[in-house]
């Protein structure tokens, strides 16, 4: 089975023999019409195949017949797939092909005129053992089509009465003429037939049956011997019209257009329609007298109009799958060979097999979809938490102002959280930005300060305060203007990068300008070059927590309170929304069910009569490679892209994880002011070693700048990531925003994390640790510590958002948190990939499992030929 070659011997009849067996020889019994002794849809049921072998076969590029010995005469070799039509960008213009298909019809019409009238009469002079002329229906098309000999155009009406009566006579006005004139003969021929029966014993019953069969029988070869000829002949020339006409038809017809969920059912409708046509003009061409049938004819123009149409109702659709099924099977022997009768069939079997795959393809891209909108949906709802959280901090900055922890956790978490509303902002959709935003500028616009402070400039200063931390602290500056320019720059950077920070940015820059003083302070660090005094800057806590203990509007909170209803109404609104068209998206998903298709009927039984009229070897072969392979490359496809992307997800994340992989001890090692508090012993002074704890706190100094370091490079990769996941190839859109909104997370979380650095580092260079002395010895295990009002709780409070991230925001920040995150990201993305792995797994197992089927079917199938073929020819 590897190679997929029938071999033409088997283990029970010689191969030689395989080649004389003739399944139409008149004594073998043999009915090609019989239902298939093997329910080929149950065999072929769930087969799988290799991921490449599919997506050959997707890409048109491989048939059945280059799989098979071309020798085998048990299973012939099945025929090209009919290619699927080749979608247009844009449809043609409407109007203009309308027309053109009632002109076709309207030159067919007047071309018929001449056909029939001649045909007619030709058909009743070439026929002399029965007078046709006697034939009403033949009398009756030539008395309504003569009116219009001599016209060159004909009205819709006129063009009707010239197709109804281009497929007269029919075969039973014909048959029943027959039976007229030979009445004399069909009785004396009756008359001997009873007289023998009723001599050899005959029931009543059986003389009867047997009568009406030598009527029938009589009939029919008199029709064969001296009409058939000559009425083919005159439906070949009605056919060579009609051939014309849809061949015309086609050239114009509205190409396919690339399935989507809103136009589905019309692309799988056109789909069909486009198969009937070229099915149509195939057999005719093989046998023009096809199209002079009455089927034929009146199916041509029922379907013309749907060709250019430029939307199909829904009972447009439903008559073109009622079509689906005609001609008739008796009408397609009558014409055409059993092999011609089965590629029709087969032809329209592929579209709707190509419907079906529509289906499963749209189906994925619903699915695609209501993974974005979930994805989006998880986005702003994160806003929605950022700014709730974000706007309650006001009650702490007015109510809490004179406790130095929390006015500083509140000023923190203030710019923390407007940095990550810029940041989510930015990936909202524009319809959620204008949502967004106007209640964003309302609350920056809030007075803490009655008479000249906005939210905005509170922001600012803790914004510029961060900014002059980590730039001084990180460098040696002995220059104030030079930390006015770089503060000064950094404003105007903001202002213009950053999403609702254009007043924080020029506040910034106003501070490098106007009050710069009230953040740095001088410290004079010895003798310089010349003897000079040498000094440097750092940032001045204290004066900082001065700036930001300001609040005097007591109507803040409220106005806030405010102002978080009015955006909670709207933002509610808007999140329902999205649930409600997930929700649709589920529906749609599930309405698209091939099993629910509007026409699973007509496929099972366009399925049915291919069958029926094929080959079972061919029809076996044809379904496993055009029918089944195909579904299982919609299954497979998805399910290898996902096991790829969670690998790609997973090893973009573990270079993350070893940057960060040190966070995770952040608790054992942020800890200087647990260490102040076991040793306190009265105002500023401490117990223990004063050496010991210089270390200690120049250890913590040295983490800080480490971290910071750390952060940098994984703010680096995170951006780095971000631009490859935009980038992504083969992901789908709501992988990418998957991936996209875990990677931002770590951003913001970035961002804040450098805040929190900095503000534990300025804290720390403010302190001042000084030994107590006794007889101008330094004394053993007592040292002071002074610092900023409040130090102690604050150092703690600021070293617990390191290791745990802030208590309020919803985006917290710190180094515990940020590497937790991302550990948990990658053992997701890890442990998704072994799941679908292993899903893998289980379905391989499956195909191995079918495939059997599959040989133990050929097996049965080649018993069966084997049989058949003893049976036929027992010697």
């Known amino acids: ?67 098979f010995n071309p020798q085998n005469t048990i299973f012939p070799s099945p025929p090209t797939q009919p290619k699927r039509p080749k979608t247009v960008p844009a449809p043609k213009d409407i109007t203009k092909t309308t027309q053109t298909i009632a002109s076709i019809q309207e030159q067919t019409a007047v071309a018929l005129v001449p056909t029939i009238l001649d045909g007619l009469n030709t058909l009743v002079d070439s026929v002399t053992e029965i007078n046709l002329s006697q034939v009403s229906s033949i009398t009756l098309a030539i008395v309504l089509v003569t009116p219009f000999k001599d016209m060159t155009s004909l009205n819709e009406t006129q063009q009707k009465t010239v197709f109804n009566n281009s497929y007269e006579p029919t075969d039973d006005d014909l048959l029943g003429q027959i039976k007229k004139e030979q009445a004399e003969a069909i009785q004396t021929g009756q008359q001997a037939l009873r007289e023998k029966l009723a001599a050899a014993g005959a029931t009543e019953e059986a003389i009867t049956k047997a009568l009406q069969e030598y009527e029938d029988t009589f009939v029919k070869d008199f029709f064969d011997a001296h009409v058939s000829k000559q009425i083919m002949t005159y439906r070949s020339s009605i056919g060579e019209q009609t051939l014309k006409m849809m061949q015309s038809m086609s050239e114009i017809a509205t190409q396919i257009p690339t399935p989507t969920q809103s136009n589905i059912d019309e692309v799988n409708a056109r789909t069909v329609l486009l198969a009937i046509f070229n099915g149509l003009k195939d057999a005719v061409q093989k046998n023009p007298a096809l199209g002079g049938d009455s089927e034929v004819i009146q199916t041509q123009l029922a379907l013309s109009k749907y060709l250019t149409q430029s939307t199909l109702s829904s009972n447009d659709i439903d008559t073109i799958y009622t079509a689906s099924v005609l001609p008739s099977q008796a009408t397609l022997d009558k014409y055409v060979s059993s092999r011609d009768g089965a590629l029709y069939r087969e032809g329209i079997t592929s579209a709707y097999q190509t419907a079906v795959q529509n289906l499963n393809t749209v189906r994925l891209s619903i699915e695609n979809e209501k993974e974005t909108l979930e994805n989006q949906l998880e986005l702003f709802q994160r ?30 978490e203030s710019y923390a959280g407007l940095m990550s509303l810029s940041q989510i902002y930015g990936y909202l959709q524009p319809n959620e930005k204008n949502l967004v935003e106007p209640y964003v500028n309302k609350i920056l616009a809030l007075k803490v300060k009655n008479t000249d402070v906005p939210m905005s400039t509170f922001i600012a200063r803790t914004l510029a305060f961060q900014e002059i931390a980590d730039y001084t602290l990180q460098n040696f500056i002995n220059n104030k203007d030079t930390i006015k320019n770089y503060l000064n720059q950094k404003g105007q950077m903001i202002s213009t990068n950053y999403s609702f920070f254009s007043s924080v940015g020029r506040a910034v820059s106003n501070i490098s300008v106007s009050s710069l003083d009230s953040y740095i302070k001088q410290i004079q660090s010895g003798q310089g070059q010349q003897g000079q005094a040498s000094s440097y800057y750092i940032p001045d806590f204290e004066q900082y927590v001065n700036q930001i203990n300001i609040a005097d509007n007591a109507n803040l909170p409220s106005e806030a309170t405010t102002i978080l209803q009015q955006f909670s109404q709207a933002t509610s609104a808007h999140v329902e929304q999205l649930q409600q068209q997930i929700a649709a998206l589920e529906k749609k998903y599930e309405d698209l069910d091939p099993s629910k298709a509007s026409f699973t009927e007509e496929r099972a039984n366009a399925v049915t009569s291919w069958l029926n009229s094929e080959s079972l070897g061919s029809a076996f072969i044809y379904l496993i490679l055009h029918s089944q392979l195909p579904k299982q490359s919609i299954l497979l496809n998805p399910l290898i892209e996902e096991i790829n992307f969670n690998n790609l997800a997973a090893n973009a994340i573990n270079e993350l994880l070893e940057i960060t992989n040190t966070f995770s001890t952040t608790a054992v090692y ?37 971290d910071i370091e750390l952060c940098r490079r994984a703010y680096a990769l995170v951006q780095a990531l971000l631009t490859k996941i935009n980038n992504l190839p083969g992901a789908s859109t709501s992988q990418i925003t998957e991936m996209r909104n875990a990677t931002e997370n770590y951003s913001y979380a970035l961002n804040i994390t450098f805040g929190q650095l900095n503000m534990l580092n300025a804290l720390l260079a403010n302190l001042t640790i000084s030994p107590q002395m006794a007889n101008n010895q330094v004394k053993e295990n007592v040292f002071q510590i002074t610092g900023p009002k409040d130090w102690i709780s604050t150092l703690a409070s600021l070293e617990g958002f390191i290791a745990n991230g802030f208590p309020d925001l919803s985006v917290t920040g710190g180094l515990g948190p940020l590497f937790t995150q991302i550990q948990s990201d990658q053992q997701n993305y890890t442990t998704q990939s072994q799941t679908q792995q292993l899903n893998l797994q289980n379905q391989m197992s499956n195909v191995q499992q079918e495939w059997t089927l599959v040989s133990t079917s050929m097996q049965v199938l080649n018993k069966i030929l084997s049989h058949l073929a003893g049976e036929i020819y027992p010697n």
């Open 1 to 67: 089975m590897s190679s997929l070659r029938i071999q033409t011997t088997c283990n029970t009849v010689p191969g030689n023999a395989l080649f004389k067996i003739k399944l139409d020889h008149k004594f073998s019994n043999f009915n090609p019409k019989a239902q298939p002794a093997i329910d080929i849809e149950a065999i072929n049921s769930g087969l799988y195949a290799l991921k490449r072998l599919a997506t050959v076969l997707d890409a048109g590029t491989i048939h059945a017949s280059s799989l």
């Open 670 to 706: 942020y800890n200087f002011s647990s260490y102040l508090v076991e040793s306190k012993e009265g105002q500023n002074l401490f117990c223990g070693d004063y050496y010991e704890t210089l270390v200690a706190l120049s250890k913590e100094k040295d983490h800080i700048f480490s």
């Open 383 to 412: 806003a929605q938490s950022c700014f709730s959280s974000w706007v309650k901090l006001t009650d702490t900055i007015y109510n809490q102002k004179q406790y130095t922890s929390a006015i500083v956790t509140a000023a923190m």
